[in-house]
């Protein structure tokens, strides 16, 4: 009897339903190769779904994804239903229900994907953004008062607490313990004063327990200067939610397409299923065309294989990955400056695993 | 009798105090050769104060300042000081005090300043972030509970009125009009629930007004990515306090040097004297070696003749900075890859003036 794992799949919107199957496919034969099996259990949750029926998920949607080993998203969003309204009604909640307060976006160099830094170290990017996912600048707290008046204004909170900031600061010390041993630390305490110097207090009292880790601590506004004019500086990042969402696309920006940019929400302890989904949304723009790169949802395939405990099969679809890109005379999509079609992309893939 | 203007000095910290001075410098000479001067009052207020009275600035700071024509500052901050402590005692204060609402802060691709970018617009990049000034993301309020204890957090509130919403996204549709017609605006709307969603619903009122402008919307995650991958789509960016912070790191680090940078808070209605200030920081790790870039603080000193009304003066000093970084045997410093020292590009700049 096979090894058999049961995955959530939710495609959402716009080009979430192009990517996903595509890339279910890919891991369905790599699973197939290493002798186990992914049992999809498939979910229309979207903003199609809340046009309909006013929500973007039934009420017990939570409790349905709740057994699943791992759920597979692709993006949410579509024009006509406010942002605010699809996230907070979907993603948010998933990732705040299981506690998935772990972000991590990988962001490396590949060969054959052209960059856009003209710095000689440009191809030597390999960094990881540890993202605090669960508290942080997202938050329902806060509100609007005389509104439709002169006098109106809105309100937003930020919660930080200190088991929020001290497990992601962490889970990114234990990374580092695995990669180079460098962690820096994205802040902004000269500006916003009582989140972010208190950030740094968490960040230095952690630092403290792992001694053999280098640290550093950038300012927000600067560090994105940084990202850009030294990224070989970086091994892990840790960021708030906030300032982790604006490094994780900054990043990919830096060494390509954010279309095959991956992303894994996870929680670490196990306790619930973690959540893998691209970086990049919906793109109503160029949906229903084909076109969309494949690549970033078939990439956060390869992180849940790695979280299912299946690294070589993970290893096998991001080698898979590696090698298309870096080959000349294989398809490209459009965001890589090619012609290919998503299918092509796929097939390609599927080819490369199969041999 | 020749025109006089009073203007306030705070050199501040680091390299603020070597730079300062030799914009001081630089402008006296444009200044007289335009037929007018500049009266200095200089103030030493900064983080060494701080350490010997146990403030930034005197109790009747603002007062003293009041009745300047303009301010000129170099950079506050340095170590052994809390940042949050050194800007809430001094930079911000100024700031809201003197309702200087908005911080504008152009970007541009100069001749002879290698760009970070591989891109065949890299070259091309003209944008100006218009930045709120006065609200938002920096706000005061919020505090700590149960400090020092497991379960410690920290609460940060963000104020966005529809004032102060208004007015800066008017402020940006005006120079849209001097400029190319277009404006950006800087949103969070999908994470950030009652802040951006307002910050959105302002902004669309204030595009009605203005239907000759064409405008857009970015979430600040893929906004950054934007700037790296196509910084040609963005003519005039409007941002929150915290977005446009970033944006203006961002985006002098991709034409160049955050050393040449200038940047200027501006009460619109001159009902308050507006500040000049670079975009740079104190940066401790080159004070005091003779090396820091002067050109962002002289930079800033054109913004401020312009405001006050001299702009050929203005033009004058831009035209040679312009001409300084186009020439290849021209000093520069180091962080222009040069070797040269401050006092070595302020005398260039200079000699350049007065031919
Ligand atoms: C020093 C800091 C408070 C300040 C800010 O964030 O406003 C600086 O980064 C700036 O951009 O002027
Ligand atoms: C869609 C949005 C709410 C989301 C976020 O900001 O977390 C996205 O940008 C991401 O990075 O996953």
Redesign the interface.
């Known amino acids: 009897m096979s090894k058999s794992y049961s995955i959530a799949v939710i495609p959402g919107d716009g080009i979430g339903r192009e990517v996903v199957p595509a890339a279910q496919a890919v891991l369905d034969l790599c699973a197939s190769r290493f002798g186990f099996s992914l049992e999809w259990e498939e979910f229309d949750w979207s903003c199609e779904r809340y046009v309909k029926t006013g929500s973007m998920m039934p009420e017990d949607g939570l409790d349905r994804l709740r057994p699943a080993d791992g759920i597979f998203l692709g993006a949410v969003?579509f024009p006509g239903v406010?942002?605010?309204v699809?996230?907070?009604g979907l993603l948010?909640p998933i990732r705040r229900a299981f506690d998935q307060y772990i972000n991590l976006r990988p962001v490396k160099s590949l060969k054959g994907v052209?960059?856009?830094?003209?710095?000689p170290f440009?191809d030597k990017i390999d960094l990881c953004v540890v993202r605090e996912n669960s508290e942080g600048?997202?938050?329902?707290i806060?509100?609007?008062i005389n509104r439709g008046?002169?006098?109106?204004?809105?309100?937003?909170?930020?919660?930080?607490?200190?088991?929020g900031c001290d497990r992601v600061m962490r889970y990114a010390f234990d990374l580092a313990e695995r990669r180079s041993r460098r962690v820096a630390s994205a802040t902004?305490?000269?500006?916003?004063?009582?989140?972010?110097?208190?950030?740094d207090e968490r960040f230095d009292a952690i630092a403290n327990e792992y001694p053999e880790v280098e640290t550093s601590r950038y300012?927000?506004?600067?560090l994105?200067?940084?990202f850009?004019?030294h990224p070989e500086w970086f091994d892990v990042v840790v960021a708030s939610?906030?300032f982790g969402?604006?490094l994780?696309?900054?990043g990919?920006?830096?060494v390509g397409s954010?279309g095959i940019a991956p992303g894994a929400n996870i929680n670490p302890e196990r306790r619930h299923p973690s959540m893998f989904e691209p970086v990049h949304?919906s793109a109503p723009d160029i949906a229903g065309q084909g076109v969309a790169n494949p690549i970033g949802q078939v990439w956060s395939g390869a992180m849940m294989l790695e979280h299912l405990g299946e690294p070589e099969a993970a290893r096998c679809v991001e080698a898979a990955i590696e090698e298309l890109l870096a080959d000349p005379s294989a398809p490209r999509t459009r965001d890589l400056g090619g012609t290919a079609m998503l299918r092509d992309v796929t097939f390609a893939l599927k080819s490369i695993i199969s041999h």
Chains 1, 2 share one sequence.
């Open positions: 969003g406010p942002d605010h699809s996230l907070w948010i052209p960059g856009a830094l003209s710095s440009a600048e997202y938050s329902e806060g509100g609007r008046r002169e006098d109106e204004a809105a309100i937003q909170q930020s919660v930080f607490t200190r088991q902004k305490s000269n500006g916003i004063i009582h989140s972010m110097p208190f950030w300012h927000i506004d600067i994105t200067a940084h850009v004019r939610n906030l969402d604006i994780s696309d900054l990919p920006a830096l954010i949304g």
